[in-house]
């Protein structure tokens, strides 16, 4: 059974920082494209960052430069390095496996999500 758990929201000030994990389990972590997707409060569904196999890395333009996505694959951890938190980064953080190692592959699986709150 595939899991992907997340972890690490919580409430931050803006301009603060933020680490966000999701221990993968139930599939071959390092065969995959890993990915982070976000969803506002009221709002629709927004790709975040995505990461192959072998590292390579995108971002969306709304995250560019502040957000880093990396993989350890020995334990099975995808993580999201956010800084430079602003008010409209407020979200559920979603993990989301992609079907294969391509960037078209589409996503079949997803965490529960963690929630971002970035205010005063």
């Known amino acids: 059974e595939v899991q992907l758990v997340e972890s690490g929201g919580g409430l931050v000030q803006p301009g603060g920082s933020l680490r966000l994990s999701c221990a993968a389990s139930g599939f071959t972590f390092g065969s995959v494209v890993m990915n982070w997707v976000r969803q506002a409060p009221g709002k629709g569904l927004e790709w975040v960052s995505s990461i192959t196999r072998a590292g390579n890395i995108k971002y969306g333009d709304s995250v560019k430069g502040r957000f880093t996505i990396s993989r350890d694959t020995a334990e099975n951890i995808l993580y999201l390095r956010m800084n430079s938190l602003k008010p409209e980064d407020t979200a559920v953080y979603y993990c989301?496996?992609?079907?294969?190692?391509?960037?078209?592959?589409?996503?079949?699986?997803w965490g529960q999500g963690t929630l971002v709150t970035v205010s005063s």
């Open positions: 989301a496996k992609s079907l294969g190692n391509y960037w078209s592959s589409p996503f079949d699986e």
